[in-house]
């Protein structure tokens, strides 16, 4: 059978653990779109495997998942002939600089994107953020806790980023209506300095993370994180990023699959992508107490309109392009065929 090898910068799924659905420590389902892929083109005649199972000379194609880390890859893509290189962009570039840069990506036969702008600019291959469609059965609206927030707590620096405003948040619903609020996540029981390199360096002192402000609505970490948004009836989602147009994470798609309505800050194009009926959108309010306000005061027939919505649209094509048979289907196509 012939191969191709798959590649990113976890070396947790190296030695084939990325087709491992045991091996992702994080989420629901997230290995799910990898594995397809490793399934579906098992049906074509060919062999997925990670990069590091064979030499490079006895692969037809190797797909990144993300500009390859040169103190982790476990080859130099240099050595890779160009025609065989492809690039997934998976994290954001905000968070991972390499994937912005252009000089950088050149270096691949054929590139895919959720950016837009990346799409239309330099004639990239669009690819969402893929996801395991699915839905849980809804709760009943009086049974619902008021609202949360899941992620972890993170900081940065760059222009657009959203982990402040998740902050913010936070605190308001700390501060003025606590018991309508659960926090969930990593890192919240501890003390993330933002600001100057000088400052975000405290972060790497262990006492120093122990010291500082306890969140009281915070929970702890989650194991099931759709089964625990579908007991909440809002989730405030927002990405990493309020300046990249397409990129759509699975945040908003794991509150649809649980029921629960998402307050959404992100993708500013995110209506061209999803109908504004499935969502709360949190540009449209001057302030937290406005926003809180509206949702506080929404009966229940509105809010099953919104249910009814999202439901519509994961039974729609609309949805497709954020599945994972959309995610194989275009590199199958890009790369195989």
């Excluded at 240099?78 to 840069?101: A, H, Q, V």
């Excluded at 306890?214 to 309020?242: A, M, P, Q, R, V």
Aim: charged share 25%; aromatic share 14%.
């Amino acid at each position: 059978m012939k191969k191709i090898a798959f590649w990113n910068n976890y070396t947790c799924f190296a030695k084939n653990q990325a087709f491992n659905p045991n091996a992702y420590g994080i989420g629901e389902d997230i290995g799910y779109p990898v594995i397809l892929l490793k399934e579906e083109l098992s049906k074509l005649g060919y062999i997925l495997e990670t990069l590091d199972m064979d030499s490079v000379d006895n692969y037809k194609a190797v797909i990144f998942s993300d500009y390859p880390n040169p103190d982790t890859c476990c080859v130099d893509i240099n050595t890779i002939p160009k025609e065989k290189r492809f690039l997934i962009l998976s994290e954001c570039e905000m968070i991972y600089k390499p994937n912005s840069r252009r000089d950088l990506l050149q270096m691949f036969s054929k590139v895919f994107s959720y950016n837009d702008e990346l799409v239309r600019t330099c004639k990239y291959i669009k690819l969402n953020i893929p996801n395991k469609i699915k839905k849980l059965e809804a709760i009943g609206f009086d049974d619902k806790k008021f609202s949360t927030l899941i992620a972890g707590n993170k900081s940065s620096i760059e222009k657009g980023e959203l982990y402040s405003e998740r902050l913010n948040a936070i605190n308001f619903m700390e501060k003025k209506h606590l018991a309508d609020f659960d926090l969930y996540g990593i890192n919240w029981d501890k003390t993330i300095y933002r600001g100057c390199k000088l400052i975000r360096g405290l972060n790497h002192i262990p006492f120093m993370q122990k010291i500082g402000k306890k969140h009281k609505s915070y929970k702890g970490k989650i194991n099931k994180k759709l089964d625990t948004l579908s007991h909440y009836k809002f989730c405030f989602c927002y990405e990493n990023s309020c300046q990249i147009e397409g990129y759509i994470s699975e945040k908003i798609m794991d509150c649809f699959f649980a029921s629960c309505v998402p307050i959404y800050y992100g993708a500013p194009n995110i209506s061209t992508y999803i109908p504004e009926d499935c969502y709360i959108d949190f540009r449209k309010f001057s302030d937290y107490e406005e926003l809180y306000n509206f949702l506080k005061s929404m009966p229940e027939e509105e809010y099953n309109k919104y249910l009814n919505s999202i439901s519509n649209f994961l039974n729609s094509d609309k949805v497709y392009p954020f599945s994972a048979q959309a995610f194989v289907q275009t590199l199958i196509k890009e790369v195989v065929e």
